[in-house]
């Protein structure tokens, strides 16, 4: 029978998951880093998470804050300490350590600190120990045997009372920590490393070891903000969300109607590139007004632009966002990407995608990511957000600026491979003239059209014009309606000439009919005559006949 590692809960967004369970129960773990890393406050949340979630009260023993300096920061953070440690739920201990005070013999021990510390844990029936920072115990000391066995027999007593602990350490020189020995002796050591490049600052997680469990062993990204610490894995890690069959309109009819008559996939991710005004942001203000219309709730990522200016601009074709935010349905969240690092942007989204619970949203454009980290970084970034909305059956929709000496036509950002649907809309120049032409480039799981339509933005909205084709090929802007204009002139025309042969060939046939007519006339006249004649013989024949036989009657009777 194989039995897991015991393992206590930290209550820390994102750390248990790549723990696989939390911190070893009953056993030391070492949180080292250096100056302004977060050990305290990391510490301090396993503390108030174990006792207000999973009823494990602990004991924090500082060497360098005071309880009243604890209580003020993490009351910052929303929680009361003075209030959790009069309920029994925490206990803080502030113990002052002289170095002067201290000399170091071979009889140097820690049998103070264990009696204090003893009776912090009986009063409360602790389950969780903070020691923080370990380098004050120690900082008189020199002998490095005198160390190793008061460190070891330290970690030993910890162990015996069974108790969760912590212990915090500065960051060393070529080491973890300053003795270079905590590291050793502690079941699992966590490393808090702050870095800033180009001027932005990104702080990372990285389990060094943790004996007797499998673990996450990337560097991860994790963030302090007014709801304390969240760690961010480096990737979603599987590709095993759900799909579905239903479909979300996109706002505009004719563009459903080239994606198969549907629209968009639900939880599928959309990508709208192009150069410059385009009209990249009014694609996408038109995919939130539908959806926010039948009833979806949506949040608006603007890197670009104010909200206000967002929703005026709209207006300019139709399209009302400000009854949606008024209603409730819609959100913006509006800043600069230099604001925060990447990760700080990905938290924000995932924090409000979690309160918010929205079905669709918008980011515009993804390109302004380009200024806060590498392309390989805002590719990773956006990887992971497209994984994590697919798990939560959100649809979301990037815009992402073009450059026109972009001849792939692939987004700087890469994101154009990770995306199911694809659509490009182009500069189009002719005539004296710009033009807008849209199309799509790709549709994953579905029939569509590989036709480009002239892209026009009115004060009615947007629409797509039926492809034209004249001579020389697709015709937009002004060359269109001339050649519309042409062809309703040659087909007046050719109407006009229709209509007058028309009028001739009814001018003939009603001459021929007259003439038919008076021919019929003159014919029925002549069969008239001829029969009348025909007529007066047969009569006279038939006179002559009775005549004849009359006389010969008369004849016959007189002899």
Known sequence: MHRTLPKSNTGIRGLDEITTGGLPSGRPTLICGAA????????LEFLVHGAMQYNEPGVFVAFEEKAEELAINMASLGYDLNQMQQDGQIRIDHVRIERSEIEETGEYNLDGLFIRLG?????????????DTIESL?????????????????????KEKKVTTIITG?????????????????????????RVENKISTRILRIVKYRGSVHGT?????LIDEEGIS??????????HPVSLERLSSGIPALDKMLGGGGFYRASSILVSGTAGTGKTSIAGSFVNKACSDGLRAIYFAFEESPHQIVRNMRSINIDLQSHLDSGMLLFSAARPTLNGLEMHLLNIMKLVEKFKPQVIVLDPISNLITVGSNSEV????????DYLQEQQITVMFTALALNDNKTEQTDEGVSSLVDVWILVRDIESNGERNRGLYVMKSRGMKHSNQVR????????????????????????????????????????????????DREIERKRLVLESKIATLKEEFESLQEELNKSYIEDELKKSIMDNNRRELTRKRDDLH
């Open 36 to 43: 302004g890393s977060g050990k305290t406050l990391f510490s």
């Open 454 to 501: 002239e892209f026009v933005i009115t004060d009615q909205g947007l629409k797509l014009v039926e492809v034209f084709l004249g001579p020389e090929g697709v015709l937009t802007g002004s060359a269109r309606v001339t050649q519309q204009l042409m062809e309703k002139t040659s087909e007046a025309i050719r109407d006009h000439a229709v209509s007058r042969k």
């Open 170 to 194: 500065e960051q060393g020189e070529g080491s973890l920590t300053r003795q270079g020995l905590e590291e050793y002796v502690s079941d699992c050591v966590i490393l808090l490393d702050h």
């Open 231 to 240: 760690v961010l894995p480096v990737t979603s890690l599987r590709l095993n």
């Open 138 to 158: 120690f900082s008189g000391l020199t002998n490095q045997a005198v160390l190793r066995a008061e460190l070891r027999r330290l970690f030993e007593w910890l």
């Open 379 to 386: 590719k990773s970034l956006l990887t992971r957000l497209i």
């Open 218 to 222: 990337n560097e991860y990204p994790f």
């Open 119 to 131: 009776y912090a844990i009986d009063s409360i029936g602790a389950k969780r120990v903070v020691l």
